[in-house]
């Protein structure tokens, strides 16, 4: 088995109806194509989900692999205590992933947890898949300070190990783009803001990851974007893989940008 399929998606909170109060209907393009990908994976039957967050514990010179047999989380931080999402970790892919890790002197692991409950990077991605496929186990890994590419190595590690297990595996990449595409949005404007959305979507929508390599840092944080690193250890996971990449949507209506790409592995066992 391999990497089946990988997807680039957002993590907006009021996407989930119970926090959005009616102001998700304004985001309804990035809304259906997240129930278009949830039951791609539903169709797909993965047993493991690989999945990255920018809003989990994060370090500077440091990937954070969540360890644990299993946690949950809910939407309370957004006045929707309600909605909980609870997981079960896939306990030997991690022991795998950090003793490959170890072996290569790579900077992961699962030391230094600062919160075992689930971010909300984590949850909304999960809201939508686990209304269509809950079967699976899930591996959750933080981004870091380190260059982007020990973020690709990292991918290029988590697809060894899937492969070495032998696994039917799917890679979610959660990340918003700029948060600086309005003055009246949440962070202002910047000119690097749309330039960085139209410039990582293109790369995106044609799975030309090899570029996400070369977005100056310096572009990326006047952009005020947030998945980048997230995006480029997807591009990791794909490396050498001959995929389908297809752009489902892109939006920004309240300042920030919401993309989501899907890339569908053209021959399943990768050979």
């Known amino acids: 088995m391999a ?4 997807y680039m998606v957002p993590h907006p909170p009021l996407i989930v ?3 959005g109060r009616g102001e998700e209907r304004g985001i309804q393009k990035t809304i259906d194509a997240y129930e278009e990908i949830a039951r791609e994976i539903a169709a797909l039957r993965p047993q493991t989900i690989i999945l990255t967050s920018p809003h989990q514990t994060m370090y500077a010179d440091y990937f954070h692999i969540s360890p644990g047999q299993a946690a949950q989380g809910d939407f ?3 006045r929707a ?3 909980k999402i609870e997981v079960r970790y896939d306990t030997e892919f991690v022991s795998r992933l950090c003793e490959m890790a170890d072996r290569n002197g790579f900077p992961a692991g699962t030391d230094g947890e600062r919160n075992k409950r689930l971010d909300h990077g984590t949850m909304v991605p999960l809201y939508f898949i686990r209304k269509h496929w809950a079967d699976f186990r899930l591996v959750r890994i933080g981004l870091s300070g380190l260059p982007l590419g020990m973020h690709y190595q990292l991918g290029q590690m988590v697809q060894e190990v899937v492969r070495r297990m032998d696994l039917r595996a799917v890679v979610v990449a959660s990340g918003d783009l700029s948060h600086r595409l309005k003055a009246d949005g949440p962070y202002g404007f910047q000119k690097e803001g749309p330039q960085y959305d139209q410039r ?8 030309d990851f090899a570029r996400l390599l070369k977005f100056p840092e310096e572009f990326c944080e006047k952009a005020g974007e947030c998945g980048h690193r997230s995006f480029t250890i997807l ?4 490396d050498q893989t001959p995929v389908d990449a297809r752009q489902l ?3 920004g209506p309240f300042g920030v940008g919401y993309g989501i790409c899907a890339y569908t592995a053209r021959v399943e066992e990768n050979k």
Not at 200 to 207: A, C, F, L, N, P
């Open 17 to 19: 109806p119970q926090v």
């Open 76 to 78: 309370g931080q957004f």
């Open 81 to 83: 205590g309600q909605v």
């Open 249 to 251: 949507s892109y939006e």
């Open 200 to 207: 990582v979507m293109e790369v995106m929508r044609k799975g």
């Open 235 to 238: 591009a990791g996971a794909l």
């Open 3 to 6: 990497i089946v399929a990988a």
